[in-house]
């Protein structure tokens, strides 16, 4: 959730920590504040965006060489000013800046209010800064020992980072549940929530792992040990990501340059993976576990969000494709459940950042219960990339819109590709269908770039329906995921009440909100039920709801009947969602930027849940 950013070295650490709370305002835009130590241990926060932070320092003296910096996503306590992080012990010496949930404070407020501990905030973080304060003080130690002794006494998720005034050389940082990463520079380190603040100062990266510490010291030497005071080993990792990818690029949003990015990233997730004109796919992670794959009983998805709808899309493909029945699964539900999991099942686990808390637990479970668990993610050195017996990564580059968009497409990719290399070793899909899914996918960067020509077209419609109150969408086989997603990139980034539902089960139900106020929006373009849809489409004109459809170039029928359509290239049905959200990713977009709301930060969401 949180953004975090710290800074040790030899350059002023102000401009480094307030450009990397920009980078990773998408995290959390609640409040911001920066901590600096230079002699003083000086804090400046601020209710609301990075920018009302830069307001509030503008004309204040901040020469620091060690400084820490936090954009917040509020679990405990209201957004306000004394809320907002950095938080200080009671006597001053300690600033510290959390990402996560403390679930066990209110037991150690207890304690250190009978101590003469005050508080000034709502928030679990202020409780555990002066946990350590405590027990620096009791027990006489060093800060690095302090944090290591308090983060044994709590419960829940954190990443922290804490500077000590006493120890002006040093900074703490430690993780359990949420991301944090170390830059290693010359004499130098950065650490951050993730590598967006420190790719430009340096690519070399340590990814913390749970219940880790790292100590950096000014001098250029850092360590790294458990909670249980072992010192661990480490491997210096090079960051793939560049500069440009994580800047808008000319777009007036990322969202924006994110959608229009879904060629490339399609073409990136395919790269070396398949090859149409020789008819095979390989995706390492699962060649090393086919044999066990192949004898699965059973696939179970698990996932949140966006990343639930692409495991739908997955489990028309696998159970279509490779004849294996699928489960998908909220990874909240799933782990307190109870699930019936066995060693002959595969977990498939899918998360953008790779780092959503409900999704790790669902993982731990699952490993507990022998399952084989594979990943889908998107950052390399994630959590999940580190917490499954295989898995594959969807090369889609930084996504910086809060509202997920390319990430969803290449988790359709993989999910796919999985499918068909399951099929073919299983024997459930004959060659030429095989190489003529090949070919299409192959050719969907392609077709998507012509969706992306109708983007004027698409804003017009947006013009439209800026007003409405409510949407409605409609999906059959293939497309029922898609119109789950297209309701939910509407609702979280215009504020429309939007529903996506089974164009057959509009008449059970929601067929009752149907009037001349209500656009229902159908996802026309797979044929094996077109007949069904068409009379979907009837019953709503009859009720005079405003139709959107989007259908295959050429269509006639459909066309005939909807207030307004949405021409896509024609593909495969088992790909045809790749083609039909990009019009619906497009057609939210516009309507929020018509009703003059945030696209890229969206109130009330953060882009990584790293807490339950």
Known sequence: MCGIVGYIGNKEAFPIIIKGLRRLEYRGYDSAGVALLNGDLTVYKKVGKVSELEKVTDNHQLTANIGIGHTRWATHG?????????????????????????????VIKEVLVKRGYIFHSDTDTEVLVNLIE??????????????????????????????????????????????????IGDNEFYIASDASPIIEYTTNVIYLDDQELAIVNRNGQFTIKTLQNVEKSYAIQKLEMTLEAIEKGGFDHFMLKEIYEQPKAIADSLRGRINAQQGWIKLGGLDEYINRIDKAKRFIITACGTSWHSGLIGEYLIEDLARVPVEVEYASEFRYRNPVINETDVVIAISQSGETADTLAAI???????????????????????????GSYTHAGPEIGVASTKAFSTQICILTLIALQIA???????????????????NIPKKIEEVLKLDAQIKELAAIYK?????????????????LEGALKLKEISYIHAEGYPAAEMKHGPI?????????????????????IVSNIQEVKARKGKIIAVVNKGDKQISELADHVIEVPETEEVLSPLISIVPLQLLAYHIAIMRGCNVDQPRNLAKSVTVE
């Open 467 to 483: 007003d409405a109150n409510n949407f409605l969408y409609l999906g059959r086989g293939y497309n029922f995921p898609v119109a």
């Open 78 to 106: 209201e957004p306000n000013d004394v809320n907002a992080h950095p938080h200080l012990s009671q006597s001053g010496n300690l600033a510290i800046i959390h990402n996560g949930i403390i679930e066990n404070y209110a």
């Open 512 to 532: 009752a909100l149907i009037d001349e106020a209500m656009p229902v929006v159908f996802l026309a373009t797979n044929k094996s039920a077109y007949e069904k």
């Open 424 to 442: 073919i070793q299983k024997g459930t899909i004959t060659t030429s269908k095989f190489r003529e899914i090949l070919y299409e996918l192959e």
């Open 134 to 183: 405590e027990i620096k003080k009791q027990e006489n130690t060093t800060i690095d020992e302090a944090v290591r002794i308090a983060l044994n006494e709590v419960v829940g998720a954190y990443a922290i980072v804490v500077i000590d005034k006493t120890n002006p050389d040093i900074l703490v940082a430690a993780r359990k549940g949420s991301p944090l990463v170390l830059g």
């Open 364 to 390: 731990e479970l699952a490993k507990d219960r022998q399952a084989l668990i594979y990943g889908i993610c998107n950052v390399s050195g994630s959590s999940i990339a580190r917490n499954t017996h295989a």
